[in-house]
């Protein structure tokens, strides 16, 4: 028996973080798109590769046992250095990667992945994220 998701209800957040998941496949080919791009400015890449690097290595400065703190550093580190990475690359070089709407581009998209991060978040740490959700620059 298959049971149909459509009947189930669904917030607008929720409903958000679903189309945000199915972009995810688009998300990382602009990601890696940028990181070939020579227009890119080379020290942005090496951060985001560097990072990704200390992500995935057993080596870590604040370990991952440690709560709310192991892993906030690796989120602190990903997300400052893609932010770098799209700042300062041109609206063009972006767009060139993108295979969607350039209006899926907008800030609101990082509202949604920190909302989505918050469901992941050790419950103290929830409404921090979901303020800076709020919160978040462009809005």
Request: charged share 20%.
């Amino acid at each position: 028996m298959t049971i149909s998701t459509a009947a189930l209800p669904v917030s607008r957040e929720e409903a958000s973080v679903f189309q945000l998941i199915a972009r995810i496949p688009a998300y990382l080919k602009l990601l890696f798109g940028m990181l070939r791009d020579r227009r890119v400015s080379g020290v942005d890449r090496a951060l985001v590769i560097a990072s990704l690097i200390y992500v995935v290595s057993p080596l870590d400065f604040l370990p991952d046992v440690i709560p709310v703190l192991g892993q906030i550093d690796d989120l602190f580190l990903i997300t400052f250095t893609l932010g770098r990475l799209f700042e300062r690359a041109s609206r063009d070089v972006v767009l060139s990667h993108w295979g969607g709407a350039p209006e899926e581009l907008d800030p609101s998209v990082l509202r949604k992945l920190l909302y989505f991060a918050s469901l992941f978040a050790p419950p103290g740490r929830r409404g921090r994220l979901r303020r800076l959700a709020r919160g978040a620059v462009g809005t």
